[in-house]
């Protein structure tokens, strides 16, 4: 269990701002499987800001119902926070700030209103476009100014909705908008210090709510609905898929005192008799950090060629012999700033080097 909450961020806030609001584990933005995988530590609340939806798959709502109904408070804004806390606002997610408030009463319905193209981690969430939230915002704000009519306004947030995402760049929306030149001239020159980043201030608010709730004794806070949850075939193929439990059960064996239970476990699949190992290992003191073992390993294969050499040799090496495995691998390699799985290969390659050269071909670790 942790007794942190623990919040999915990303480009619409900085890390080191968000930790002076709340004191929280932040984590990438969510994507599958990654509000199941944190609910396993009965977190005493999940924030969820940003998170991928492209590249990678998004976060299931079935996840978020499934945190709910452990009795984890759940909170969204923002991005896909929001869209998800506007779905899922009758089941208990708690929805704040004005984006998810508009989602839920149907001023905002697509979800490319909060798209943007960042860069990964490892280069800080940089932003490359503006969310057409954002855009909204700050013409409007330009608009109550005086800085330009409503007419040029309503052009310049059409031309970026006509966009698609990664293009609504500020200066190619100027150049492209159909209105009159001095506004937008005008509008260029104050767009500097008149930006208006809906979704960064939602997201303080977020903070600011989780923060004042968790203050709270627990029966002093906000009443909160747990929705019941039913674990259809569907959800179970799910947990499977998510769950790598050869890679996990390998981790745990080969790591972590085999207790009674496991035990028996080992002696039953001996006998030739089918064994649930994720319901035997997921009771285990030891699940937690063997998950994340084997979590990193995948991320590392992922990340990475052949040009590396036997990963799971390389990192069972540089943590076992060289580190020791601690307690808490994402905090670790966090405070070290080794957001990136290939920026760990690259330290352990490197360490290897230096104490006697890279992995053999029979994948032993370097001596």
């Known amino acids: 269990m942790t007794d942190r909450p623990i919040v999915f961020l990303g480009p619409t806030l900085p890390h080191d701002i968000a930790l002076r609001i709340l004191a929280a584990e932040y984590l990438p933005p969510v994507q599958l499987g990654d ?48 869209l998800r806390a506007a779905e899922l606002s009758a089941f208990g997610m708690v929805a704040v700030g004005d984006i998810a408030t508009a989602y839920l009463s149907g001023d905002l319905r697509c979800d490319d209103e909060v798209a943007l193209l960042h860069s990964d981690g490892a280069h800080g969430y940089r932003a490359f476009s503006e969310p057409l939230v954002n ?133 039953q699949a001996q006998r030739g008799e089918p064994v649930d190992w994720f319901a035997v290992l997921a009771s285990e003191p030891g699940w937690r950090l063997s998950c994340r073992r084997a979590r990193l390993k995948r991320q590392c294969r992922a990340a990475v060629t052949d040009r590396t050499g036997n990963v799971d040799g390389l990192l069972a090496w540089f943590f076992g012999e060289r580190l020791g495995w601690p307690t808490d691998i994402e905090a670790f390699l966090r405070d070290r700033g080794w957001t990136d799985p290939a920026a760990v290969l690259a330290v352990a390659a490197r360490e290897a080097a230096f104490h006697g050269g890279v992995l053999d071909q029979r994948g032993d670790p370097p001596r």
């Not at 609910?39 to 996840?63: C, L, N, T």
Request: one cysteine or more; a neutral charge; hydrophobic letters at 45%.
């Open 35 to 82: 509000v199941w995988r944190i609910s396993q530590e009965r977190p005493p609340a999940i924030g969820i800001i940003d998170g991928y939806f492209d590249r990678v798959p998004a976060v299931r709502h079935k996840e978020i119902l499934y945190a709910l109904s452990l009795g984890i408070r759940v909170y969204g804004c923002s991005s896909i926070g929001a």
């Open 135 to 267: 855009i909204r915002a700050t013409t409007m704000a330009a608009f109550a100014a005086g800085i330009v009519s409503r007419g040029t306004a309503h052009a310049l947030v059409e031309t970026a909705r006509n966009l698609y995402y990664p293009d609504r760049v500020w200066e190619h929306i100027l150049e492209t908008a159909p209105a009159d030149a001095p506004e937008i001239e005008a509008f260029r020159m104050w767009l500097p210090l008149g930006r208006v980043d809906r979704k960064r201030v939602d997201a303080i608010t977020m903070l600011q709510r989780m923060r004042g709730d968790l203050a709270l004794s627990e029966q002093d806070r906000p009443a909160m609905a747990t929705p019941p949850f039913t674990p259809t075939v569907l959800w179970q193929e799910f947990v499977r898929q998510e769950t790598p439990i050869a890679a996990i059960l390998e981790e745990f064996l080969l790591t972590d005192p085999l207790t009674p239970a496991v035990r028996g476990a080992v002696a």
